[in-house]
């Protein structure tokens, strides 16, 4: 027989044939059911996103970061150098932001330590100075 409450509703840890459930175990159906929530809103995310992503462009003909004079190129960090080459490209911060796996602040935050190593005030003018 079900144990009821106080207010003579069925107590909710307590199955229908007697037996109760431990609190832990509760705790952890209530765990897996949250995460399988956020998975699938993740995935959710996801196929959203693919349906809006670019078709990969092709690859460019020496007119990259390696360009650069060394001096320039060296004082760049590799996170920093990948930022520039897809500046170069045409990228917005946004789709660089996808493309890297970051978030657009950090991307804003690469394009200003770049900004300041290659001595430049936008990135207009560091897309010159890699292009030469």
Do not use: C, W, Y
Not at 29 to 41: E, K, N, P, Q
Not at 76 to 100: F, Y
């Amino acid at each position: 027989m079900t144990e009821r409450g106080s207010d003579g509703d069925p107590e909710p840890d307590v199955p229908a044939r007697g037996r109760p459930v431990a609190p832990d175990r509760i705790d952890a159906v209530h765990r897996l059911i949250d995460s399988a929530i956020g998975s699938l809103t993740e995935l959710q995310r996801a196929m959203h996103t693919l349906g809006r992503l670019e078709p990969p462009r092709a690859p460019r003909q020496g007119r990259g970061v390696e360009t650069l004079p060394p001096e320039s190129r060296h004082r760049l960090t590799a996170r920093e150098r990948e930022v520039l080459e897809l500046l170069v490209d045409g990228r917005s911060n946004r789709q660089i932001a996808r493309r890297l796996r970051i978030s657009e602040p950090t991307v804003k935050n690469h394009l200003h330590a770049i900004f300041l190593k290659l001595d430049v005030t936008d990135r207009a003018r560091a897309i010159a100075k890699v292009l030469g």
